[in-house]
């Protein structure tokens, strides 16, 4: 009967279906978030390219699109509609499919068990059903595309009265627009079942000695981005019920009395405030851009310290950093709506509330210049990206300081220095971390190398092409560039600028190509891919003390017990310039 | 082993904890099912608290915000539906104090009384909708039946969630598969039906006060 727990090795399930489909195995369960991400990323890419084309080229007319879209691009040149749809589905696919899915349910669900020396998630099933509930939301989502009018038109803040009112506002705004709100309403189900999971297993499944102090940074920004996923998610959840009544059920949550749309009065709406959804989104929206910007800090934090040799600079600091952030973050969502006439004394608030973010953050970055100081670097790709991040985290963070203020947000919150600030810190930068992850983590994975070659080479391509594509746009706004239009070529003047345009137009060619790049190096690799050893990196972390891949239960039936922090490089005194987090305690002295 | 008693027993005190050599406090994953039961439990307890806060800022915010919000009338088997409930509560605790004296038959009987009553609370909230669409209140009547409609209907999807935990528990319990692993299963419907008894008494206060 009650025979304690025998310490055995728990064997794989066998059949096909049951191991790598319907798999309750966590690893398994990254590889297929991280998939659909990968599949999410290059849909998102290719209709930004779409929409540069069109940008530059407003007038051509390009047979392909005429096949793809029969009424939308009836003689192969796009309307303005179908360009606001791409532009809907690009924004909306990359956030909610390739930046909140990729760097927490993808690294996060196949490294965190294992770095906490857990078998597996905490509820196994609640996370397989978490993954498919994703791909369904994703299947509705790209369904949009397909039905009649096509995809939404309202953008992926999805702002009503435009979102609310059907088919007379646009083509894409009838049956395309309610599966947008399904799709999302879905995926906050999905984000809620791995919210749960994550908090679950990081705070009850860590194994002996791993306090929460000597937790790498990764496994706190998986934790926190869980907490502001698990808060956020809910809140965006029920706005979507709001506004799919309003559409379904001619309710009057978000809609006002008196509008008049394609010469059509509404009358059967009345007394409902655009700006409540406005409110409910962004209270999800804002703590979003930190879910998927903070695993990305924990792997940058992660590989600056492994590949400087040296204990990140300030651990405790950068622990309180990612929890302030996550806190402020539900504080400041009123700095997305200056615009909207709310009174200057809250839009005040929001401001200053939205600088004190720039300490937590501040602290950050210069705790990683702190780790990178006399460190002895290896630049390895995996460390380039990580490197690039920072750069990327700080530029971006920059014009946000100058978006933060009311009186400057005004001027440029409908141009393109938005567009070029929140694709910096929110799109690269995250999409850098998860480069970082997949080049850092690929030989636990497969047991392989990726090639380093193919990766400097991607590295720099897209480093360089990424700069090129949004430095530019800061200036088109700072020049009064109007974002979201289809095209500029009518409008005076902005004629200077389509010179630009057309410049940051073959930059994202350029750096759409280099990620061709990516995907051969990632499949190449996993078959002829140099064999790497159990630690390449002679990192610390557990993840690095099981083989590659790692077993079904990850330590075979073996259960770890942790005697130092994560980031114990060059401890004076050691013959080596690491000490495992598993080493036997007295080995050395607690830093 | 396959005494009630025994199982009794177990259940009463709950698994046994993992081994001395695999530590406590800092914890090791694999005894710790029960206690990470507890806090997905919680978690998932503070994400329904959250959609109701939604919810409810955005009651509050649209009705102040314009003049055509309408008192609608409540159906008076909202407050028959409350008793159910609440006894539904109570009588769910008596269950499991009849299980701390060992008693299974008694935990049986009370259990699968609160489990009838939760189905009972969903047909009373059944008639109270259909007596609502009979005097003609819809969803899109007004901004305080909207609100009506959406609470009790989230509500009511949560309530659903929980009658199938009561039934899954209660099967289980009366086909004598009530094992010491079940002992959470118990502990966590009992928490989230009384969670969602308290969830019901405040959406009854924000409607008879303010809707």
Redesign the interface.
């Known amino acids: 009967?009650?025979s304690?727990?025998a310490q055995h090795a728990h064997a794989a399930p066998q059949g096909f279906i049951r191991r790598y489909v319907f798999s309750k195995d966590h690893k398994v369960i990254g590889i297929q978030y991280y998939m659909l991400g990968l599949f999410s990323v290059f849909l998102g890419m290719s209709l930004s390219l779409l929409m540069r084309y069109h940008m530059v080229n407003p007038n051509v007319s390009v047979k392909w699109f005429a096949w793809l879209w029969p009424t939308a691009a009836s003689g192969g040149v796009m309307t303005p509609e179908l360009y606001l749809s791409l532009m809907t589905m690009h924004g909306t696919i990359m956030v909610f499919f390739v930046l909140t899915t990729v760097p927490q349910s993808g690294f996060g669900n196949y490294f965190l068990?294992i770095q906490?020396?857990?078998?597996d998630m905490?509820?196994p099933t609640?996370n397989m059903l978490s993954f498919w509930t994703t791909l369904l939301s994703l299947i509705v989502m790209v369904a949009a595309f397909f039905v009649q009018g096509g995809a939404p038109l309202s953008g992926w803040t999805g702002y009503p009265p435009l979102s609310g009112l059907g088919r007379i506002t646009g083509p894409g705004e009838g049956m395309g627009q309610t599966l947008w709100i399904l799709s999302i309403a879905i995926f906050c189900g999905a984000s809620?079942m791995g919210?749960?999971?994550f908090?679950?297993?990081t705070?009850?499944?860590?194994?002996?000695?791993?306090?929460l102090m000597r937790m790498p940074l990764t496994c706190w920004t998986w934790l926190v981005t869980a907490i502001l996923g698990?808060?956020g998610?809910?809140?965006l959840?029920?706005?979507g019920?709001?506004l799919l009544?309003d559409r379904l059920?001619?309710?009057?949550?978000f809609l006002p009395a008196g509008l008049f749309v394609s010469d059509q009065i509404i009358t059967?709406h009345?007394?409902?405030?655009p700006l409540?959804w406005q409110?409910?989104f962004w209270?999800f929206g804002h703590p979003e851009v930190y879910i998927a910007i903070l695993p990305g800090m924990g792997v940058t934090s992660q590989l600056l310290s492994t590949f400087s040799r040296k204990p990140i600079f300030g651990y405790k600091a950068m622990v309180y950093a990612i929890l302030s952030i996550g806190f402020l973050g539900f504080l400041v969502w009123g700095h997305h709506m200056f615009m909207s006439g709310m009174n200057p004394y809250s839009a005040m608030a929001f401001s200053v509330l939205t600088m004190c973010i720039g300490v937590p953050s501040a602290i950050k970055t210069f705790n990683w210049i702190g780790t990178l100081w006399n460190g002895k670097i290896h630049f390895d790709t995996a460390m380039m990206f990580a490197l690039g991040f920072v750069s990327l985290f700080v530029t971006g963070g920059v014009s946000g300081i100058f978006l933060g203020q009311p009186a400057l947000d005004l001027y440029f919150h409908d141009t393109y220095f938005v567009v070029g600030h929140f694709h910096m810190i929110m799109g690269v930068a995250a999409i850098f971390g998860m480069f970082a992850g997949t080049f850092y983590w690929f030989p636990k994975v497969t047991g392989k190398f990726m090639n380093e070659t193919l990766g400097k080479i991607h590295f720099y391509c897209t480093f360089i092409g990424v700069y090129a594509i949004f430095t530019p746009m800061h200036y088109l706004g700072i020049a009064g560039n109007p974002r979201r239009y289809s095209a500029f070529t009518d409008v005076e003047y902005l004629g200077k600028l389509i010179p630009v345009h057309q410049f940051m137009t073959y930059a994202a060619y350029f750096t759409a190509a280099a990620q061709i790049i990516f995907v051969i190096n990632l499949f190449w690799s996993v078959r002829k891919g140099k064999p790497a050893p159990i630690n390449p990196w002679n990192a610390t972390t557990l993840e690095w003390t099981v083989p590659s891949p790692p077993p079904f239960d990850n330590f075979a039936g073996v259960?770890p017990?942790?005697n130092h922090g994560p980031y114990e490089y060059s401890v004076p005194g050691e013959s080596q310039d690491f000490i495992m987090q598993n080493d036997p305690a007295q080995v050395h002295s607690e830093g | 082993?396959n005494m009630a008693g025994s199982l009794t027993h177990?259940i009463v005190k709950g698994?046994?904890p993992?081994?001395v050599e695999?530590?406590g406090g800092?914890?090791?994953?694999?005894?710790?099912?029960r206690?990470?039961?507890f806090?997905?439990l919680f978690?998932?307890l503070?994400?329904?608290t959250?959609?109701?806060?939604?919810?409810t800022?955005?009651f509050v915010?649209?009705r102040g915000?314009?003049?055509?919000?309408a008192t609608m009338p409540k159906p008076p088997i909202l407050l028959v539906n409350t008793a159910v409930l609440l006894i539904s509560s109570l009588v769910l605790d008596q269950s499991r104090r009849a299980l701390k004296r060992g008693d299974r038959g008694q935990f049986n009987f009370w259990w699968t009384g609160a489990t009838a009553l939760g189905v009972l609370f969903l047909v009373g909230q059944g008639v109270a909708w259909l007596q609502l669409k009979a005097a003609g209140i819809y969803?899109?009547t007004n901004?305080s039946s909207?609100f009506f409609y959406?609470l009790t209907a989230?509500h009511a999807f949560h309530l659903l969630g929980g009658v199938a935990a009561l039934l899954y528990v209660d099967v289980q319990a009366w086909r004598l598969r009530l094992g010491?692993a079940k002992r959470t299963a118990i502990d966590v419907t009992a928490i989230f039906w009384h969670f969602l008894d308290g969830l019901w008494l405040y959406l009854m206060v924000l409607f008879y006060v303010w809707g």
């Open positions: 009967m009650s304690p727990i068990p906490i020396g857990a078998e905490a509820f609640l809620l919210a749960i999971n908090i679950a297993t705070v009850d499944l860590r194994c002996k000695g791993l306090t698990l808060l998610f809910a809140v959840l029920a706005a019920v709001l009544l059920a001619a309710t009057s949550f059967n009345q007394g409902g405030s409540l409110h409910l209270f259960h017990v942790v | 082993m177990d698994p046994p993992p081994p695999w530590g800092g914890s090791d994953g694999r005894g710790a099912n206690r990470a039961s806090t997905g978690v998932l503070a994400a329904s959250m959609v109701f806060a939604a919810f800022s955005a915010v649209r915000l314009s003049n055509d919000w969803v899109s901004p909207s959406v989230s010491p």
